[in-house]
Nanobody, 126 residues
Framework: QVQLVESGGGSVQTGGSLRLSCQASGHDYLNYVMAWFRQVPGYKREAAAYLSGSGVAEYRNSVKGRFTISKDKARDTLFLEVNNLGPGDSAMYYC????????????????????WGLGTQVTVSS
């Protein structure tokens, strides 16, 4: 059974940090493209960070310098280090993956990914 399970979310104050994890199982996801998206109720899901199959990272402008995406193949886990958090970062964070591609043409589009986790909530208070 292919599965992505996020963890590591929580409630922090402005300026705080978290480390989000996405445990993959049932498929060698870590060899292909993976990404972190986030969504606030009533708004579209937006891409936060992306990692190609070869390890090239991309970030949305608002998180550059604060978020770091990485993966540990031995542990089948994707990470997102989130630092200097602000209230605008509050959202449900989702792990996404494509089961077969090393790179996608539009990494920020949810339609590029065929596998999703259920999300982990990040809440930042001022």
């Amino acid at each position: 059974q292919v599965q992505l399970v996020e963890s590591g979310g929580g409630s922090v104050q402005t300026g705080g940090s978290l480390r989000l994890s996405c445990q993959a199982s049932g498929h060698d996801y870590l060899n292909y493209v993976m990404a972190w998206f986030r969504q606030v109720p009533g708004y579209k899901r937006e891409a936060a960070a992306y990692l190609s199959g070869s390890g090239v990272a991309e970030y949305r402008n608002s998180v550059k310098g604060r978020f770091t995406i990485s993966k540990d193949k031995a542990r089948d886990t994707l990470f997102l280090e989130v630092n200097n958090l602000g209230p605008g970062d509050s959202a449900m964070y989702y792990c996404a993956a494509d089961q077969a591609r090393w790179v996608v043409p539009l990494w920020s589009s949810p339609s590029e990914y065929d596998s999703w986790g259920l999300g982990t909530q990040v809440t930042v208070s001022s």
